[in-house]
């Protein structure tokens, strides 16, 4: 036997094992781990012709609330803290209903005697100046107008017709029919308000807040 064929077999095996692991490295195999790409959805053939109503359908039957269950529940919630807040200050605005009363018990009283400029001015300066009192008061209450929901709606709505009664007043104002009927319509919304207040007094489920201190009356 060639021992040198023999000496020379193994070398040429090795030599020949690096190109075998080249060869393997290229040969492709499956991942196992791969996902397929299934491209792009092609927009043009979706359906997104239903209309808002059948939309408002496929909502409400998968159990998610409509727009307007959003809106009527929103609502509710703002409401009911506009209730809360009034009930937190229920005495002040009762204040504030009795001194409009009071504002009308004087006009009512008082406008038979204004026969001329001097006697309605006698009674004007001294209105005037608690009147002004009264509105900051209001307007620091009610913030301005914004705060109490539905209730403060008619509580602004009574508050402008006394400021224009108070335009309206003057000398020979009790001849005029049409001062017992805007009294009387001012009172009326003042019934109003205050059923509203006595419902809120009584409305367990809103709360009040403990930590509100109301500001001290003027003297």
Request: hydrophobic share 30%; charged share 35%.
């Amino acid at each position: 036997m060639d021992t040198s064929t023999l000496s020379r077999s193994p070398r040429a095996a090795f030599a020949l094992f690096p190109a075998f692991l080249a060869l393997l490295a290229c040969e492709p195999r499956e991942n196992p781990y791969e996902v397929e790409y299934k491209g792009t959805p092609d927009l043009h053939k979706v359906d997104n012709t239903a209309s808002e109503e059948d939309l408002a359908k496929m909502r409400e039957a998968a159990g998610h609330p409509t727009e307007s269950d959003i809106a009527k529940e929103n609502a509710a919630m703002f409401e009911k803290g506009a209730r809360e807040y009034i009930k937190t200050r229920l005495p002040e605005y009762r204040d504030l209903v009795e001194t409009m009363r009071g504002y009308l018990g004087d006009i009512e009283k008082k406008a038979p005697k204004w026969k001329d400029d001097k006697a309605f001015g006698k009674f004007n300066e001294g209105y005037r100046k608690k009147f002004k009192d009264f509105r900051e008061t209001y307007n620091k209450l009610t913030g301005n107008g914004i705060e109490g929901g539905n209730t403060q709606a008619d509580i602004s709505a009574a508050f402008r017709d006394l400021e224009q009664l108070n335009m309206d007043i003057g000398p020979g104002i009790a001849d005029n029919e049409a001062l017992p009927e805007a009294i009387k319509r001012i009172n009326e919304r003042l019934d109003k308000i205050s059923a509203s207040l006595d419902e809120i007094e009584k409305d367990d489920t809103l709360e009040t807040n403990p930590d509100y201190k109301p500001p001290k009356k003027k003297k």
